[in-house]
């Protein structure tokens, strides 16, 4: 939500016309929110699902909810530092470079947000990748934590 809230501030075009306009909506903070829920729910839905099957699924001893939390906070925690990081490098090199977005391609931003375009734009990309690239990884981990346990007998 927070980078979403970002976003809306830096270049809220990227929301109202590279995006499904939804109707009514022209606040930055409510534009931010909506934009943070749709955008990121079926990925935090399958993260979630995906976590729990490689929690739970075949003989190994299963992996607690509260035993996930730290590492899906972790993997949500480097999501944003990666995000951030990107952002914070386009936005620099933008600057430096003078970048410039051809108004074909952003004809509805102002001159001086096109470069906003470009830095909302590398690091939206970046944390969905960096995202599945966590997701994937805290899954792999769950399932060599899981390994590592000793299996559970149960009482005779």
């Known amino acids: 939500m927070l980078q979403y809230q970002v976003s809306a501030r830096l270049c809220p075009e990227y929301f109202t016309h590279f995006h499904n306009p939804i109707p009514g909506v022209t606040d930055p903070t409510l534009m931010g929110i909506a934009w943070g829920f749709l955008g990121a729910w079926w990925g935090g839905a399958l993260f979630g699902y995906s976590a729990g099957i490689a929690?739970?699924?075949?003989?190994?001893?299963?992996?607690?909810?509260?035993?996930?939390?730290?590492p899906m906070v972790l993997t949500m925690a480097g999501v944003a530092v990666v995000t951030a990081l990107v952002g914070g490098v386009v936005a620099f090199y933008a600057e430096q470079l003078?970048?410039?977005?051809?108004?074909?391609?952003?004809?509805?931003?102002?001159?001086?947000?096109?470069?906003?375009?470009?830095?909302v734009c590398c690091y939206h990309l970046t944390a969905y990748a960096a995202a599945v690239v966590g997701s994937v990884a805290c899954?792999?981990?769950?399932?060599?934590?899981?390994?590592?346990?000793s299996p559970v007998v149960p009482p005779t």
């Open 55 to 70: 929690a739970t699924a075949g003989k190994k001893p299963p992996i607690t909810v509260r035993q996930l939390v730290g």
């Open 98 to 119: 003078r970048v410039q977005v051809h108004p074909v391609a952003a004809w509805p931003v102002p001159e001086e947000r096109s470069r906003w375009l470009l830095v």
């Open 139 to 149: 899954c792999v981990w769950v399932g060599f934590r899981r390994s590592s346990l």
